[in-house]
């Protein structure tokens, strides 16, 4: 299985450099000088990283195969890729694909509805919740809230505050269940991030990014 550990955004100046929007808790390793990643591009089915910078929150990278801008712009959207062989999964860690289908229970074992997806945010991660009658809520992954993850019986434990599945309804994405299908969840803070390697990709509970099978 492949995950992501990053998706290839906009062209930086004229000499290949790309800004990439990061998808592992661990971006020093994986892009290190010299690193060699998988894509899902034909063109360029393995890059080399020759640099790796960061920029208040943005992060960009310099392969070794691209030298102008217009190959930095034909990479565009291609992801960056490694082999789950290479990833330690910390023992409270989840792949997202693990985590979408598991039934959401409450306290008192009564279900809330269906993990549909999984999304990132910058101050913590959130399940994509589908209830029973459609309607979609999104929980944070933190602990607090989280507080069970049970791959073997197929179903995690919210104690949600009063109102939660209530009051934030709406309509379905289409592209919901297609949102960080390889997420993980690591505890360290608090917060359930995304170990996406962010180990795809679910963390505190932690999730996994690195993101998808492919």
């Known amino acids: 299985m492949k995950l992501v550990v990053a ?14 929007n990061v998808r592992t808790d661990s971006p020093e390793e994986r892009f290190a000088r010299g690193s060699r990643l998988l894509t899902d591009s034909q063109d360029y089915p393995n890059l080399t990283v020759e640099r790796m910078r960061t920029y208040k929150t943005h992060t960009y990278l310099q392969f070794e195969e691209i030298k102008d801008r217009t190959g930095a712009e034909n990479l565009r959207g291609t992801e960056l890729l490694i082999d789950t062989e290479k990833v330690e999964v910390e023992e409270d860690a989840w792949y997202a694909h693990e985590l979408v289908g598991l039934e959401v ?87 359930c991030e995304v170990v996406t390697e962010k180990e795809h990709s679910v963390s505190d509970n932690v999730y996994v990014d690195e993101e998808s099978d492919k």
């Open 105 to 191: 229970l409450d306290p008192e074992g009564y279900q809330l509805g269906i993990i549909a997806g999984l999304e990132y945010g910058e101050a913590q991660d959130l399940i994509v919740v589908r209830e029973g009658d459609g309607r979609i809520t999104r929980v944070p992954f933190v602990k607090e809230i989280v507080t069970d993850v049970d791959i073997a019986d197929h179903c995690i434990v919210v104690d949600a505050p009063g109102g939660l599945f209530s009051d934030d309804e709406i309509e379905l994405d289409e592209d919901t269940d297609k949102k960080e299908p390889g997420m993980s969840v690591n505890e360290e803070g608090g917060t």
């Open 7 to 20: 998706v290839v955004g906009a062209a930086q100046g004229l000499k290949g450099e790309v800004r990439v």
